[in-house]
């Protein structure tokens, strides 16, 4: 039952979390609980359910004993409690796991419930949180391949095609196709029929000028548009050296906007904008381009 090695899924939580949550999958794929269990145990207190999840699967599976397996259940419950599907349906199928009253009228809630306090492992309950240092620019890595694989296996088969088409054309404009990906997810979440109140349209969400600019006759024909976006994706990246930031940001609100600002301009839905992409790919600068 407690076999769950899958990557953690492809969420906007925010970056170090991420990192320390696929550093702890990291570390059960090397059979090292002990360092999984601590790289959870640090996004757990952060408040994140994938955490919690991931340490009570780990606590179930490596633990035998009985405080084991009631911190296990415990991590689930508080899991579920913020609202983590696969610990809700573990907690779903485990009746005895669930604690309080067990009638049918009081069942749906002590289902999902919080879970003892004292039950809990002493990392999640005791001292102070871990520290917020982020790595470096040059050293900060984008989401692992495996990761985002995983995440476009999940999608409907519509959206998987136009996700790989993305990952297949990528390449050919030296763009990395995790940023293509994040941001064509941001844009369109891969609706290649989608229009945006600003008539941006198609998968990457190109507006007419752009369109034009880069040679995109049929917006709403995938692969143009996605050459379409890859060329302006490219082009900017050439212009700001790289940075994420400021490459998202003019993808969102136009490179003359940045250089105004010399920077992210300070308007709330580019600000949003760019810094859900930097969750989604991880990495603060984009590698440069190899030799041809």
Same mark, same amino acid.
């Given at each position: ?10 969420? $906007?939580?925010?970056? &170090? ?6 550093? +702890?999958?990291?570390?059960?794929? /090397? ?10 145990? $640090? ?5 994140? +359910? ?10 179930? @599976?490596?633990? @035998?004993?009985?405080? *084991? ?5 415990? %991590? ?6 913020? *609202? ?44 102070? #949180? ?5 790595? /470096? ?19 409907? #088969?519509d959206k =998987?095609?136009?996700? &790989? ?8 404009? !030296?763009?990395?196709? =995790?940023? !293509?990906?994040?941001?064509? =997810? ?6 290649? @029929? ?14 007419? $000028? ?18 379409? +976006? ?10 700001f050296d790289?940075?994420?930031? %400021? ?17 992210v301009p ?5 600000? /949003? ?20």
């Amino acid at each position: 039952m407690w076999t769950d090695v899958a990557p953690p899924a492809w969420t $906007d939580e925010p970056p &170090q979390l991420s990192r320390w949550i696929e550093e +702890g999958w990291a570390a059960e794929r /090397a059979s090292d609980p002990a360092t999984a269990a601590a790289r959870y145990c $640090d996004a757990a207190r952060f408040g994140s +359910g994938q955490a919690y999840y991931r340490l009570g699967v780990l606590s179930l @599976r490596e633990r @035998r004993d009985p405080a *084991g397996e009631a911190e296990g259940w415990a %991590l689930l419950r508080q899991a579920a409690q913020i *609202g983590h599907r696969e610990a809700q349906g573990l907690l779903e199928r485990q009746p005895l796991a669930r604690e309080g009253p067990s009638s049918a009228a009081d069942a749906p809630a002590t289902r999902v419930g919080a879970g003892r306090p004292d039950d809990l492992p002493a990392c999640l309950t005791g001292g102070e #949180p871990p520290r917020f240092d982020p790595p /470096a620019p040059e050293q900060a890595e984008a989401v692992p391949h495996e990761v985002v694989e995983r995440f476009v296996a999940a999608l409907p #088969p519509d959206k =998987r095609r136009h996700a &790989q088409l993305i990952q297949r054309l990528a390449p050919r404009f !030296a763009v990395d196709g =995790r940023l !293509a990906l994040a941001i064509a =997810r941001a844009e369109s979440n891969f609706e290649a @029929r989608a229009v945006s109140p600003r008539n941006a349209q198609g998968l990457m969400q190109l507006i007419p $000028d752009t369109a034009e600019r880069f040679g995109v006759r049929n917006p709403f024909d995938p692969e143009q548009n996605v050459r379409g +976006g890859l060329s302006y994706l490219r082009w900017l990246l050439d212009r700001f050296d790289g940075d994420v930031a %400021l490459v998202c940001a003019a993808y969102n609100a136009g490179e003359g906007v940045v250089d105004r600002y010399g920077g992210v301009p300070p308007y709330p839905e580019t600000r /949003a904008y760019v810094q859900r992409i930097l969750h989604f790919y991880r990495a603060t600068r984009h590698p440069r381009p190899g030799p041809l």
